[in-house]
């Protein structure tokens, strides 16, 4: 089965940097590539996904880039605010009829 | 605004009750989940149904057992709860294309 690891499990940063989140995955037949937030007491939400045929996707100040060779994609927040702060979930999927394998989370702190 | 809802948000029970978690979804999903959510462990795939009567283990299903008898409905069972499945429960669906989940906002189970 697929195994998925995320990279830093903490990361603490100040209002305005960026923050990259790292996410390796073992099973080369994935195509689908999420990433989930998580606030403190909420759901997690779909915030980006990209699809194996782009090697990059943004959407305002988060991005998901995608290395297929490497098995392995990341988040990208930029101007990183205090809201960001939460844990972050990968979930690489092949979408042949199993369920999402999540990684173990980041959790981001943003001070201001 | 598209829902899954978890019936109970914090729920109590006793060792060797028998537990019922209930989630139900509005959005015509054919696929849905549930993963139980501990500090340090992420997310973990209990079981998942991909349609009516239909169900598959995921991870860690010792101890648990789910009913799916419509589509919109599936339940996840604790036959004799024990102290160690005290945790967070956390319902998901998504529609057979694959694609993001949408999540329940959990039920925090203790089990004392």
């Known amino acids: 089965g697929e195994n998925v690891e995320q990279h830093p499990s903490t990361l603490s940063v100040q209002e305005g940097d960026s923050a990259v989140i790292k996410c390796t995955y073992s099973d080369s037949a994935s195509n689908y590539f999420p990433w989930y937030k998580q606030e403190l007491g909420k759901r997690p939400q779909l915030i980006i996904d990209i699809r194996s045929n782009v090697g990059e996707k943004k959407d305002q100040r988060i991005a998901v880039t995608l290395n297929k060779t490497a098995k392995h994609f990341s988040l990208h927040i930029t101007e990183t605010q205090p809201e960001d702060s939460a844990v972050y979930f990968c979930?690489?999927?092949?979408?042949?009829?199993?369920?999402?394998?999540f990684g173990k989370g980041t959790t981001l702190s943003v001070s201001s | 605004d598209v829902k899954v809802t978890q019936s109970s948000r914090y729920l109590v029970k006793r060792t060797g009750e028998k537990v019922f978690l209930e989630c139900v979804q509005d959005m015509d999903h054919e696929n849905m989940f549930w993963y139980r959510q501990d500090p340090g462990l992420g997310l973990r795939l209990i079981y998942f149904?991909?349609?009516?009567?239909?169900?598959e283990k995921g991870d860690i299903p010792e101890g648990y057992s789910v009913s799916r008898e419509k589509k919109e409905r599936f339940s996840l069972i604790l036959e004799s709860a024990s102290t160690n499945q005290t945790s967070m429960y956390l319902c998901a669906s998504t529609s057979q294309g694959g694609g993001g989940y949408t999540f329940g906002s959990g039920t925090r189970l203790t089990v004392v």
């Open positions: 149904s991909y349609d009516v009567k239909m169900k």
């Open positions: 979930a690489p999927d092949d979408q042949a009829g199993t369920a999402l394998i």
